[in-house]
């Protein structure tokens, strides 16, 4: 039976964050990963795999389509490929739990199979919007439907031949291009997908390494039904996960950190060159190709941060990051102002609302706005904030507790084990005054 009792973290100042740290293999690349193996032929072997609630939701997934998988340890897995036209049908509700990647991706590779399936989630999962990816699907001739308010359950019927199309997203959205991607697999003709933006490109690396002819020319991606090959994979350190510790080496003085081995996809390493531009002190060692992916030692030492306006062209690419971005917003010497961020009121959370409500619970100035917000660096203090039940606003002011006048306390920290299993043990290991209280439910 599942514990609902509530998670709380409650975090003091830091001292020097010295050393070396291996965070968690990235979330993205270990989603594609799960799911081009299990359509692939042969049998492909995942090294590096993060080990998180979300990635796991995806390996349960494809079990109960008929996907072999085994996991002989907590960062390895091994796949066995059934094909393209391989995957059966689920004998239940595919539950996805909290995981928007996996419920909009399995929708792309599902749209065109040959079963019915019904994707489902936890209560937060349930609320997000999910017509952005249903409509261009069924403009490929997809039978599929949400609910009427446009979140889960989706219900694909199966059982009908997908057309290629010509789609232009209305938002930049790596996750409706993929699940495109994905259905364009099983689709009749060449199917072709135009960004508004640039947007992490994880899939069409992915797809190449599995063999797949990917056609790119500028911010249009266009792919044809083909088979893939199993591929021995390693993933690299999620530079997602490694931002929140760039933040925290940037802001607790003396601290001079290595974070080891971590992917710098230049469609996600924005989070480096937004803390660069707000004076951090980042260097890239090691520079190297992992599996297709670049990847590179990162070294943040404390520096003095300084307020800037957000380049609107690096938004697309670092809204993941932007929770732990505006603490160190909220350290920084000015202000900082975020702007064509809307995407970012619909992800676990709203998490612009969620930031603000949180930096004002400790004393810090910001101004909501529809797109972003505006936030005055200066003093932390301490106080009480929700995460939300959002694990990167849970993170992101475990962070901010690291310089603050006070200690924060977070509530609702459970979900931090979505993306970054062994967070907390982290703070321990380096030394940060951590205490987690179990709050009985309810």
Same mark, same amino acid.
């Given at each position: 039976m599942k514990n609902n009792n509530r998670i709380d973290f409650t975090i003091g100042a830091a001292g020097p964050l010295t050393g070396s740290l291996r965070v968690p293999? @990235?979330?993205?690349?270990?989603?594609?990963?799960?799911?081009?193996?299990? $359509?692939?032929? =042969?049998?492909?072997?995942?090294? =590096? /795999? #993060?080990?998180?609630?979300? !990635? $796991?939701?995806?390996? &349960?997934a494809l079990r109960l389509l008929g996907v072999q998988i085994e996991q002989p340890s907590a960062t390895l897995v091994s796949v066995e490929g059934?094909? *393209?036209?391989?995957?059966?049908?689920?004998?239940?509700? #595919?539950? *996805?739990?909290?995981?928007g990647t996996s419920v909009r991706l399995f929708t792309g590779l599902l749209a065109g199979q040959s079963f019915a399936t019904e994707?489902?989630?936890?209560?937060?999962?349930?609320?997000?919007?999910?017509?952005? $990816? !249903?409509?261009?699907?069924?403009?490929? =001739?997809?039978?599929?439907?949400?609910?009427?308010?446009? !979140?889960?359950?989706?219900?694909?019927?199966?059982?009908v031949g997908l057309q290629g199309i010509n789609y232009k997203m209305p938002v930049a959205s790596a996750q409706l291009k993929s699940a495109l991607l994905l259905a364009g697999l099983y689709a009749a003709g060449k199917t072709c997908v135009m960004e508004p933006a640039v947007t992490r490109d994880h899939s069409e690396r992915m797809l190449s390494g599995f063999g797949c002819i990917v056609e790119r020319v500028e911010n249009? $991606?266009?792919?044809?039904?083909?088979?893939? #090959?199993?591929?021995?994979?390693?993933?690299?350190? @999620?530079?997602? %996960?490694?931002? /929140? /510790?760039?933040?925290?080496? %940037?802001?607790?003085?003396?601290?001079?950190?290595? #974070?080891? &081995?971590?992917?710098?996809?230049?469609t996600r390493h924005a989070v480096i060159e937004i803390l660069q531009v707000m004076g951090a002190s980042i260097e890239l060692e090691n520079v190297n190709q992992q599996a297709g992916e670049p990847v590179a030692n990162i070294r943040v030492r404390h520096s003095k941060l300084r307020g800037i306006q957000i380049p609107d062209n690096l938004v697309p690419i670092a809204i993941d990051e932007f929770p732990v971005l505006m603490i160190a917003?909220?350290?920084?010497?000015?202000?900082?102002?975020?702007?064509?961020?809307?995407? *970012?009121?619909v992800k676990e959370s709203d998490r612009i609302s969620a930031m603000c409500a949180g930096l004002e &619970?400790?004393?810090? !100035?910001?101004?909501?706005? @529809?797109?972003?917000?505006?936030?005055?660096?200066?003093?932390? &203090?301490?106080?009480?904030?929700? %995460?939300?039940? @959002?694990?990167?606003?849970?993170?992101? /002011?475990?962070?901010?507790?690291l310089a603050a006048a006070e200690e924060i306390t977070i509530q609702d920290c459970v979900n931090v084990n979505t993306s970054f299993p062994g967070f907390a043990e982290i703070f321990e290991t380096m030394n940060i005054p951590i205490t987690t209280h179990e709050v009985p439910s309810e």
């Open positions: 293999g @990235d979330k993205s690349i270990s989603h594609r990963a799960l799911m081009l193996s299990a $359509i692939a032929e =042969g049998k492909s072997s995942i090294e =590096g /795999f #993060l080990n998180g609630e979300d !990635t $796991i939701a995806t390996m &349960n059934v094909g *393209l036209h391989g995957l059966s049908k689920a004998p239940e509700a #595919l539950n *996805l739990g909290n995981s994707l489902v989630g936890d209560a937060s999962l349930m609320q997000r919007p999910m017509k952005r $990816i !249903t409509q261009p699907l069924e403009q490929m =001739g997809a039978k599929i439907s949400c609910s009427a308010s446009g !979140t889960l359950p989706i219900n694909i019927e199966g059982g249009r $991606i266009c792919i044809n039904s083909q088979k893939l #090959l199993a591929q021995d994979i390693q993933v690299p350190a @999620d530079i997602s %996960s490694a931002a /929140f /510790f760039m933040v925290a080496a %940037s802001i607790v003085p003396g601290s001079d950190l290595l #974070l080891e &081995n971590v992917g710098i996809n230049p917003a909220a350290y920084a010497e000015g202000t900082t102002i975020l702007s064509n961020a809307k995407e *970012l009121r &619970n400790i004393g810090v !100035t910001v101004q909501e706005h @529809d797109d972003g917000m505006s936030v005055d660096g200066g003093r932390v &203090n301490g106080g009480t904030v929700s %995460s939300y039940t @959002d694990h990167r606003i849970a993170m992101a /002011f475990s962070i901010a507790a």
